[in-house]
């Protein structure tokens, strides 16, 4: 009883009582405070700076939890502080994350020195009950092997096919809500509705099914577990480890939700995976392919010398597929509605576009624009990605220092601690962006021709750099284009007043609460 009183007490917070109750349960967390602590090398030329008021035994704990609610905008004030300097950061229970700050040191991390930045096993290790040994938990052979599979789905034409009739499909859907939502004058939940129709988008690409659940009044089960699942992995990160894999192993608090929710998602997911394996060879070709199928179909690498092919591989394939997916179409959306709202004149800017490259949509002929025609809307382009530079979907990714090393810069990492890329802060940092950096200004990507300008992946890291470049990229803009550009055609979309919106303590970068607008039918 009084551990799960402790631990229902974590469970209500985050840091500073995890590392209170770690403290109380494990007395060795103690020793993990001199581990990896290390001292500056001498083979560094280029000091790391660290935060005043830094303290013996708790380091930057304090400062820390005391920022926790605002934990990325702290990260912006520090790094423009230090203007491009290395700074580490150190909490109880962590090695220290050193904030690298320059173009250079992130084409190293993200390219020419790859291998010795791997996630680590301590990431894999919180990630692997829910994304298992996906891409995105993976390090090294295991990676490897998942991204030459993710390579030869995302060349397929087939998945490319499926991904924009779908995406155009539910975006029918959504807008026939909004319809009745204007006619109603009622206001809607962008959150809620974008998180609706990306799962259910991505359910009927991964699986091929429909959850039915855009306009239902109760959420899915599987989105539910999805979101529930998420938040449980949160924690993970907010804790030292024994904590966490205290309360796994006694199945109580956060873990014992954890359990539950992974549960929901393993039974829907390997009940359709069993399905289809089931049916490979009898699937009519009229059948429209999901991710599931078009992998069966291109199977050869993944079998075995029978043929058979590993569920489990496919399963974790498959939700990384949609945790990725989901999020990045979601919150991408959302917060291009709230940058929206401190500039209207972009959304006029946007119309006055689609007006000149798809007059079908302008006069209502189509709702939905092709493919080829927001490949066109340049301006379109531009919001997005200003959009996506100042609310990345991962807004910050800690990569392991596998071997010592010294950055061409003269930075020494240390083996053990962390390198940080808080591509949330490197996007609003002042040496890289200039001064406006953390204005919203979809201008910066047009160049003098008109065109898109080109940046760099390593100063635009919105979709990750090197070897773990995203692979729908550009897919996901163009996915992006469709429904911003069906919607902003139709409506206009207003935030409603007295609403303080931030984002959330997630692993990916989502807008806290709600975020409620009105619709008018233009």
């Not at 939890?65 to 290395?86: Q, T």
């Not at 229970?93 to 050193?98: D, E, L, S």
């Not at 789905?153 to 809500?177: D, G, H, P, Q």
């Not at 192993?249 to 359709?272: M, S, Y």
Request: with cysteine.
């Amino acid at each position: 009883m009084a551990l799960q009183f402790l631990f229902d007490a974590v469970d209500q917070t985050t840091l500073p009582a995890a590392a209170t109750v770690g403290i109380v349960l494990v007395p060795v967390v103690l020793a993990l405070l001199f581990l990896g602590k290390g001292k500056q090398s001498p083979q560094g030329t280029r000091k790391i700076q660290r935060l005043p008021g830094c303290m013996p035994i708790l380091d930057d704990t304090l400062a820390f939890a005391k920022n926790l609610h605002r934990v990325h905008d702290w990260f912006v004030e520090l790094m423009n502080e230090y203007k491009g300097e290395p700074f580490a950061v150190k909490w109880l229970g962590n090695p220290p994350r050193v904030f690298l700050c320059t173009v250079e040191a992130y084409e190293e991390v993200l390219k020419t020195k790859f291998e010795n930045f791997p996630k680590g096993p301590r990431i894999r290790d919180n990630l692997r009950d829910v994304l298992g040994g996906g891409i995105f938990a993976s390090d090294h052979a295991q990676w490897a092997h998942q991204r030459k599979t993710s390579v030869n789905l995302f060349t397929a034409r087939a998945l490319r096919e499926t991904m924009s009739e779908t995406m155009r499909k539910y975006t029918r859907v959504l807008l026939n809500i909004f319809d009745r939502k204007s006619e109603n004058g009622t206001s809607i939940d962008l959150v809620k509705i974008f998180s609706r129709f990306t799962i259910e988008a991505f359910a009927e690409i991964g699986f091929g099914i429909e959850m039915k659940c855009l306009d239902a009044e109760e959420e899915h089960p599987l989105q539910r577990a999805f979101d529930s699942a998420q938040r449980m992995i949160v924690l993970r990160f907010q804790r030292p480890p024994v904590v966490w894999k205290l309360q796994r192993f006694l199945n109580i608090g956060a873990e014992k939700q954890l359990k539950e929710d992974i549960k929901v998602v393993d039974e829907t997911v390997f009940g359709i995976i069993s399905k289809s394996l089931a049916n490979r060879h009898t699937r009519k070709a009229t059948e429209t392919p999901n991710l599931v199928s078009i992998f069966l179909d291109r199977a050869q690498d993944a079998a075995d010398e029978d043929g058979n092919v590993d569920p489990t591989f496919l399963r974790d394939m498959v939700v990384n597929f949609i945790f990725a997916g989901r999020d990045t179409t979601s919150q991408s959306m959302s917060w291009f509605f709230l940058n929206l709202s401190k500039r209207p004149d972009v959304a006029q800017k946007i119309r006055e576009e689609i007006a000149a490259v798809a007059p079908e949509l302008a006069s209502g002929k189509i709702s939905v624009p092709t493919m080829e025609q927001v490949q066109q809307m340049t301006f379109l382009e531009a919001a997005i990605k200003e959009s996506l530079r100042l609310y990345p979907v991962v807004p910050a990714s800690p990569k392991l220092v596998e071997e010592d090393i010294v950055l061409s810069d003269g930075t020494f990492l240390r083996k053990g601690w962390f390198a940080m890329l808080s591509s949330y802060a490197y996007s609003r940092a002042k040496h890289i962006w200039g001064e406006d950096a953390g204005e919203f200004k979809p201008e910066r990507w047009i160049d003098e021709n008109g065109k898109i300008r080109n940046e760099s992946a390593f100063k635009f890291v919105t979709f990750n750099a090197g070897p773990r470049i995203c692979l729908g990229m550009n897919l996901a803009l163009l996915k992006l284009k469709i429904v911003l550009a069906s919607l902003l055609n139709r409506y206009q979309i207003d935030l409603l007043p007295g609403q303080n919106n931030t984002y959330a303590n997630a692993l990916t970068l989502a807008v806290k609460g709600e975020l409620n607008v009105s619709v008018k039918k233009l």
